[in-house]
């Protein structure tokens, strides 16, 4: 008889150890329907990512072969590149907005479901998805806002303070590094507060979020880093077969042997596609990791900042009460 286990509940004030417990167990428990779906809906993004990211880097070694022969870049490869580049950075961009819809998706049903994500159909999952794409994509537009904001900041402020005194410039760097990383941790929480709060709009999330991480912050650190160690070693090993080949062909096309053979033929090209893809879908897995530990954390911080958790149980109670 198989043993079920007691549902995770999300928003629960934990020790750190539990944290970490609870963020592999949802993924144990529940890798088989997240594994049909992220094939399903990730694996054809990856294809077309790794093609992308294959023409990018190709593009990118017959520059430095350029640089290093002391050739010239024609305008039909230097735009090949550019579209490579451009294609690269545009289906990642999709890829992760595709990606945090599918996991919150995922997150919102085996929350809602008594049977949490067992037999669970795409029909059910579609209006998560699609609800979720929607502040996926919203955050993103955000994220992307607030990284020009704050990089023109960055900019000005040195180039400030470096027309006075470029040690006093240098040091200025450094403290505004270390201060957006205590910026940035708390930040990390907006993600799960959007996708999982309906009634909170894309600022309050990012305003809870700061209000949470940094009475939380230590907890913040602690699981980004351990479960950031975790996504280290699977994207090494699944990056690896494309690296190394990607490597041997940099250095074949940098020595200028255009007829390197086996190296420069179309069956390599093929198997470092298929490598990238491979490398492509890990960087998606580590993404599952960080994600499902960060919300895990976030409803820890709800918890013991706000009492979620326990005023979830009260009202749970009251209905019971009026049966």
């Known amino acids: 008889m198989q ?3 007691p549902k995770i509940e999300l928003y629960r004030t934990r020790k750190f150890t539990e944290k970490l417990s609870d963020t592999f167990g ?13 094939i399903y809906i990730m694996l054809p993004i990856s294809m077309v990512m790794a093609f992308f990211a294959n023409h990018f880097w190709n593009g990118y070694m017959s ?3 350029m640089i290093q022969n002391g050739g010239s870049f024609s305008d039909d490869r ?7 580049t451009l294609g690269t950075l545009i289906v990642a961009v999709f890829a992760y907005i595709v990606l945090v ?14 049977d949490r994500l067992k037999n669970l159909s795409f029909a059910e999952i579609k209006p998560h998805f699609l609800f979720c794409m929607k502040r996926s994509l919203i955050m993103m537009l955000v994220g992307i806002l607030l990284v020009v904001v704050i990089g023109a900041v960055f900019v000005l402020v040195f180039m400030g303070i ?16 270390a201060l957006l990383i205590v910026i940035v941790l708390p930040m990390m929480l907006a993600t799960p507060a959007y996708m999982l709060e309906d009634d909170l709009g894309v600022f309050g999330a990012y305003f809870k979020a700061f209000r949470l991480g940094f009475a939380t912050w230590a907890g913040v650190f602690g699981i980004t880093f351990v479960v950031g160690l975790v996504t280290g070693v699977v ?5 690896l077969p494309w690296y190394a080949l990607s490597m041997i062909k940099m250095v074949v096309t940098i020595a200028g042997k255009q007829d390197g053979g086996f190296f420069n033929s179309s069956l390599y090209d093929f198997i470092q596609y298929l490598t990238c893809i491979i490398s492509t879908l890990g960087y998606f897995v580590s993404a599952i990791i960080s994600l499902v530990g960060i919300t895990i954390q976030y ?12 005023a979830r149980n009260i009202e749970k109670f009251d209905e019971f009460d009026n049966i």
């Not at 993924?27 to 992220?38: S, V």
């Not at 230097?78 to 490579?84: D, H, Q």
Request: aromatic share 12%; with cysteine.
């Open 78 to 84: 230097l735009l090949k590149f550019g579209l490579s």
């Open 101 to 114: 819809a599918l996991i919150y998706a995922l997150i919102r049903l085996y929350v809602l479901r008594d």
């Open 299 to 310: 409803g820890h911080a709800c918890d013991k900042i706000d009492g979620v958790g326990v």
């Open 162 to 177: 470096s027309s006075i005194n470029r040690i006093l410039g240098l040091v200025s760097v450094v403290l505004l590094y």
């Open 3 to 5: 043993q079920i286990l």
């Open 235 to 239: 994207q090494t090993f699944t990056m």
């Open 26 to 38: 949802f993924l144990r428990e529940n890798w088989k329907p997240m594994t049909k779906y992220f």
């Open 63 to 65: 520059v430095i072969a």
